[in-house]
Nanobody, 122 residues
Framework: VQLQASGGGLVQAGGSLRLSCAASGLTFSRYNTGWFRQAPGKEREFVAAVSWNGYRTSYADSVKGRFTISRDNGKNTVYLQMNSLKPDDTASYYC????????????????WGRGTLVTVSS
């Protein structure tokens, strides 16, 4: 199983980025998918998740109204649209896939991709 995240980069505060995570080696449409992030010196934290069928989404309070998670099961890909970025959003972002709930708990994810770095300058 591979989860390949991309789309990170350097952006000014107030800007936007879209992260993508392409999955292979699993039946993607059967897995919930989520995004987590980890800033230097901090623990990994939940950002957003979408259920296997796309019907349920969940967001951390810190990103509600700014980030949108979506998925395309035909392309085995999950996306994270990030708008109105803030310096506090600076972190490595990780995508994950799992079959258990709740979606917010990292322990419910079985597969993890490598991080993609997002840096937001002030």
């Amino acid at each position: 199983v591979q989860l390949q995240a991309s789309g990170g980069g350097l952006v000014q505060a107030g800007g936007s980025l879209r992260l993508s995570c392409a999955a292979s080696g699993l039946t993607f449409s059967r897995y919930n998918t989520g995004w987590f992030r980890q800033a230097p010196g901090k623990e990994r934290e939940f950002v957003a998740a979408v259920s296997w069928n796309g019907y349920r989404t969940s967001y951390a309070d810190s990103v509600k109204g700014r980030f949108t998670i979506s998925r395309d099961n035909g392309k085995n890909t999950v996306y994270l649209q990030m708008n109105s970025l803030k310096p506090d959003d600076t972190a490595s972002y990780y995508c994950a896939a799992g079959r258990s709930s709740p979606l917010t708990e990292h322990s419910n994810y079985d597969y993890w991709g490598r991080g993609t770095l997002v840096t937001v300058s002030s």
